[in-house]
């Protein structure tokens, strides 16, 4: 048994070693540089020497449980993982990795042993996974697939279009969301695996690749299935269960996909620091520009902010599972909104070379047009305020201002955390610990936490008012929401709401970040100014009064973000070492 800090050094150990193998991405000899990744987006491929270097590392390991021989046995660690792949390309982190772990999920949560076996096996062997719940004629409403799954005696017989399934032509084996009732309501479907060399080859073929703006590497087709028989054998979970094995599996993808892609927003805030730096506009830096030194702090700002939030999503699914629902979906809506509009700002500081497609800023341009496209995924942003939306109501009633804090374990970056156990997720919340870390905040500023936050006391007791007071608002808003708004048909007023939540819910987890972090561990992490600055835009956003902060918050923040990117540090809470730092030479 490894103890917390043994833990903590094999992680890093696996992050460097993945830093290490990608190397500098301004190297321009780098053949996994960023110069032959731009190559290989405009060519809509994936660099196949980055391919092969995953390979080599084992990444699927990662995806794997870890009592089947793989790595994964938390979920906040897999996203700490795949930063490194989405800070290069987001196309990868997604081609070659994630999409394999959404599709193993729903195994790993409700497969057989020998299911669970012949797919990790796959994965630790080098295959692939494909997922397939969605179809184009309905979007996320998957409820409404047309896929069918006929059952037959010992088995089903598959027939339909599954369409926009990344890697389906390159992937081993497939799961299918599958209509096996044409009864309506939530047991009509079934989740499949099927693996291509136990079916038929000419009962299905392969449907033209879609091209999409961004993540172009990705390989998006479809596929058809001709009255193609499968054994009984495929069946993952009972027949029935596909609407609460979906929901369950969301819990997890959706919690850990966002955190991954924040791999994106530093390499974004960092090619907008260097630009700063190197050019100049009449005898002086970009950077000595106010408006671009504010651009690149807030830019940072949100960057903690959505780890904040993210950290919180993934370690609830380990700590909270009665509460996970609805922070996985706060976090697969917020973060790429936050991180999307945090990319556009930073494109004003570049000006006319957001447009380069290549070089040193071609990378920018890359991650502003893959961003968006990683947002829609396999849930986009509607689907996710679809999934708050008909839970506040209970929560205002039964958890807000009633429950308990959070644990500290929630909010603590590198501790380690029970194993995973997906059984343990509650289909709806029947809880919120972690807006709760809202409640009485204003109060402790000006008591156990005035000498941390030393001449930050006031401007923080403020702001933590100010979001109680948004908190008590929204309870009052719940309680009252008709019954129309709880439902696929709510008013445009009840999304408004469920974004407010998820602000608020941003704000707890960056206050609990800060309250759990030690001067000695984490000096920046520690100190108010950083919590100030996250409040206060999300404060802001909210539409409230903002209190005027002490002088320096700026300063603070911009002597952070330049020391991080001369020294190679990743802007985000781990702080990690990144290609091109000396640790890593």
Not at 200 to 226: K, M, S
Not at 346 to 363: E, K, P, Q
Not at 397 to 409: H, I, L, N, S
Not at 533 to 543: E, P
Request: glycine share 8%; aromatic share 6%; hydrophobic share 45%.
């Amino acid at each position: 048994m490894l103890t917390p800090s043994q833990e903590e050094v094999l992680i890093q150990r696996r992050v460097a070693d993945l830093e290490r193998r990608f190397g500098d991405p301004a190297d321009p000899h780098n053949p996994l540089g960023l110069d032959a990744l731009l190559a290989a987006d405009e060519r809509s491929e994936l660099l196949a020497e980055a391919e092969e270097e995953l390979a080599d590392f084992g990444l699927n390991a990662e995806f794997t449980p870890r009592e089947l021989g793989g790595r994964l046995d938390r979920v906040d660690t897999l996203g700490r993982v795949l930063r490194t792949v989405f800070r290069r390309d987001a196309s990868l982190g997604l081609g070659y990795g994630a999409t394999t772990f959404l599709a193993a999920v729903a195994v790993w949560a409700a497969g057989t042993p020998r299911q669970q076996r012949r797919v990790a096996d796959l994965l630790l062997g080098g295959g692939r996974l494909a997922i397939a719940y969605h179809e184009l004629a309905h979007g996320n409403d998957f409820v409404r697939n047309e896929f069918r799954a006929r059952p037959v005696d010992g088995g089903f017989v598959l027939s339909g279009v599954k369409q926009v399934i990344n890697n389906v032509e390159r992937a081993e084996a497939l799961v299918l969301f599958s209509r096996t009732d044409d009864s309506p309501g939530s047991r009509s479907h079934s989740v499949l695996l099927v693996e291509k060399d136990r079916i038929p080859a000419d009962r299905y073929r392969y449907l033209p690749r879609y091209e999409t703006v961004g993540v172009r590497g990705c390989q998006n087709a479809g596929i058809e299935f001709t009255d193609c028989p499968l054994d009984a054998g495929a069946l993952v979970g009972r027949l029935g269960d596909g609407v609460e094995l979906a929901l369950r599996s969301f819990q997890i993808t959706r919690s850990v996909v966002p955190s991954m892609i924040l791999g994106g927003g530093d390499t974004a805030l960092r090619t907008a620091v260097g630009f700063a730096l190197d050019r100049r506009l009449y005898h002086r830096s970009v950077l000595e520009i106010p408006h671009a030194r504010a651009t690149i702090t807030g830019a940072f700002t949100d960057l903690l902010i959505s780890d904040s939030l993210a950290l919180a999503a993934t370690r609830a699914v380990h700590l909270l599972p009665d509460a996970t629902s609805v922070y996985a979906a706060a976090v697969k809506y917020l973060l790429p909104k936050l991180l999307t509009e945090t990319a556009y700002d930073l494109s004003i500081v570049l000006g006319a070379n957001f447009y380069v497609r290549d070089g040193t800023y071609g990378a920018f341009q890359k991650h502003v047009r893959d961003l968006p496209m990683i947002s829609l995924g396999h849930a986009g942003t509607a689907a996710c305020q679809a999934t708050i939306i008909p839970q506040l109501p209970r929560l205002a009633r039964t958890a807000w201002f009633t429950g308990k804090a959070a644990p500290e374990g929630l909010f603590r970056v590198r501790d380690p955390l029970p194993p995973l156990d997906p059984a343990r997720l509650a289909l709806v919340a029947g809880s919120d610990a972690l807006v709760a870390t809202l409640e009485g905040a204003a109060e402790q500023f000006a008591g156990q936490d005035a000498a941390r936050a030393g001449e930050y006391a006031e401007a923080l007791s403020a702001l933590a008012a100010a979001l109680e007071q948004e908190l008590r608002s929204l309870r009052t808003e719940c309680r009252d929401m008709p019954p129309k708004d709880r439902t696929v048909l709510a008013s445009p007023k009840a999304y408004a709401v469920a974004d407010r939540y998820t602000l608020l819910l941003a704000g707890a987890a960056c206050l609990g970040v800060w309250r759990c972090q030690e001067p000695a561990e984490d000096a920046f992490l520690a100190s108010p100014a950083w919590l100030a600055a996250a409040l206060t835009r999300l404060v802001k956003r909210l539409g409230r009064p903002l209190p005027a902060l002490p002088d320096g918050v700026g300063g603070r923040l911009l002597d952070e973000v330049l020391g991080r990117y001369h020294e190679s540090r990743s802007y985000d809470l781990y702080d990690t070492p990144i290609a091109g730092d000396a640790h890593l030479a």
